[in-house]
């Protein structure tokens, strides 16, 4: 059975830096063909895909959040991991992070229930 | 980026009727690389359909979906309570991947 968990602080602050942690079971990040992508959604907004890593370690960024993003894997952790450096208030969102099992076709065939991140002093 | 645009914004239909959801695309994309999800709240979004009109397994076949170069096209054939939710249109076919913003179909 396929799961994956988001986890993270509910609350950070302007400026500061968000840290994610999207802990899956049921599959491997070493299986070819296999990708964790993060996906979050803002009040009233449409989806918008953030970041994927692949497993062979490909990683794949939103052009408008390059710069702040970061992502990595620890496959013996089954994890893996968000950063979004200088937070702000319209980053306020809900983070899914949700998988990938193709080599040419990038839909998300597992999500997690996401969660809920608000950026506020 | 691909933008996908959907409509209706919310559709109201009670249990039984038939619910069409449209994805409109503003440039055409590889026709096959589209998904459809459904999403209920507090729950992990649901893949119902990729490669456009292929069912994902254990999806029930009152789910359909058609559709080509810049038009997609989601139809329940008759809504069940379990149906009632926001359905979301997905491109893969350029990247970045991109959705739409949703069509939440809800009980008359």
């Known amino acids: 059975q396929v799961t994956l968990k988001e986890s993270g602080p509910a609350l950070v602050k302007p400026t500061q830096t968000l840290t994610l942690t999207c802990t899956f079971s049921g599959f491997s990040l070493r299986t070819v063909g296999m990708r964790v992508s993060w996906i979050r959604q803002s009040p009233g907004k449409a989806l918008e895909w953030l970041a994927r890593i692949d497993w062979d370690d490909d990683k794949f960024y939103s052009t408008s959040l390059k710069t702040r993003l970061t992502i990595s894997k620890d496959t013996s952790k089954n994890q893996v991991v968000l950063t979004m450096t200088n937070m702000a208030p319209v980053d306020t969102a809900t983070y899914y992070c949700?998988?990938?099992?193709?080599?040419?076709?990038?839909?998300?065939?597992?999500w997690g229930q996401g969660t809920l991140v608000t950026v506020s002093s | 980026e691909i933008v996908l645009t959907q409509s209706p914004g919310t559709l109201s239909l009670s249990p039984g009727e038939r619910a069409t959801l449209s994805c409109r695309a503003s440039q055409s994309f590889s026709s096959i690389s589209l998904a459809w999800y459904q999403h209920k709240p507090g729950q992990a979004p649901r893949l119902l359909i990729f490669g456009a009109s292929s069912r994902t397994t254990g999806v029930p076949d009152r789910f359909s979906a058609s559709g080509s170069g810049t038009d997609f096209t989601l139809t329940i054939s008759r809504l069940e309570p379990d149906d009632f939710a926001v359905y979301y249109c997905q491109q893969y076919g350029s990247s970045p991947p991109t959705f739409g913003g949703g069509t939440k179909v809800d009980i008359k």
């Open positions: 949700a998988r990938t099992y193709d080599y040419n076709d990038f839909y998300f065939d597992f």
